[in-house]
Nanobody, 117 residues
Framework: VQLVESGGGLVQTGGSLRLSCVASGILFSVTDMGWYRQTPGKQRELVAHITSSERSNYADSVKGRFTISRDNAKKTVYLQMNSLKPEDTAVYYC????????????WGQGTQVTVSS
């Protein structure tokens, strides 16, 4: 199983980035996908989550600015991040989870997002 994130980088306050996570080795269409982020000394936190039926939810801190989406044909989940703020600076991780019938929980290696003020 592999989850490969891309799209991170350095951006100025107010800018945008789109993160991508390509999955392999899992049945993507029945897998719930999420984006999490972590800064040094803090716990990893949920940013956005999308179920296999495409229901999504967001952390309050990113509502209205970030959008999660998925393309089952490409086995890819995206995180469109707009109006970025310095407090969005973190390592962003992709997560793949299935909670029913042969459950699993996998993580990507992370991609750094840095928002300069």
């Amino acid at each position: 199983v592999q989850l490969v994130e891309s799209g991170g980088g350095l951006v100025q306050t107010g800018g945008s980035l789109r993160l991508s996570c390509v999955a392999s080795g899992i049945l993507f269409s029945v897998t719930d996908m999420g984006w999490y982020r972590q800064t040094p000394g803090k716990q990893r936190e949920l940013v956005a989550h999308i179920t296999s039926s495409e229901r999504s939810n967001y952390a309050d801190s990113v509502k209205g600015r970030f959008t999660i989406s998925r393309d089952n044909a490409k086995k890819t989940v995206y995180l469109q991040m707009n109006s970025l703020k310095p407090e969005d600076t973190a390592v962003y991780y992709c997560n793949a989870e299935r909670t029913s019938f042969r459950p699993y929980d996998y993580w990507g290696q992370g991609t750094q997002v840095t928002v300069s003020s």
